[in-house]
């Protein structure tokens, strides 16, 4: 890749976005408190307007496990969207883990970015959660700063659900073939274990187009997808939708490689198991 960009393909799905109301219960310290209503018609236009088909939404950590919104928002519209969801291993039983997935829920998020200490992931609890999701078919999507990957993947990559890793594996700001995250992240990859989102750019800095770059040449495109991240929650007016396309698009310059990352392997993943 020379970066010199290519035209977005015709086949685009957002594999990562947030909907939320302002009414919606917030946990206690939450990392963000958005101070608006980001509701699913907002972000459906959004992708109307962008020409993106489908989209992913991910259960976002200021909300914990209120996931009423983001179930009803996906199952009023199965045939575009899929969701993920937040669920606590020690309320598992409480869960209508059929209803979800007959709603179009496909995964639980592990929403373990910014925590002091991070859940043990070894426990019966957890180890149970892992093992009910893998029987009904759901992911993994696991979202924790990238110092912390090394110690969490080799539970997780044998904990029997898909994984997927979010945002670049959230490097540290001046580093990438070095960061603690790399390897680990590009071998679970290469021995189709892994998947990784390739968004959050606006958050990692400058170092996200070399990490992305860094990821595409030792891992290839096949397990890599792009989302949006929308609505740039705690960033709101630094960028809008379309600078999310043009970020990817102006890094590629294979059609191939920018119809699989764009589109094609989110489909395979999200809407077509």
Known sequence: MNGSGTSPPTLLVDAHAHIFTHEMPLIENPRHTPGYSFPLEEYLAQLDAHGVSRGVIAAASPWGDYNDYTRESVKTHRDRLR???ILHPEKLDTYPLQAMTDDGIVGIRLPFIGLRKLP???????RRLFSVLADIGWHIHLHVEGRHIPALLPHLLNAGPRLVIDHLGRPEPDRVKEAPGFKPVVEAINDSKAWLKVSCGYRIGDVASEHFLAFLH??????LFWASDSPFVGHEGELDYKDTILWLD??????????????????????DT
């Open 83 to 85: 969701g993920t969801v």
């Open 120 to 126: 043990d992931i070894r426990s019966r609890e957890y």
């Open 218 to 223: 030792e891992c290839g495109e096949k397990r």
């Open 250 to 271: 102006n890094l590629l310059d294979d059609v191939h490689t920018a119809e699989r990352i764009f589109g094609r392997n989110a489909l395979d993943f999200y809407f």
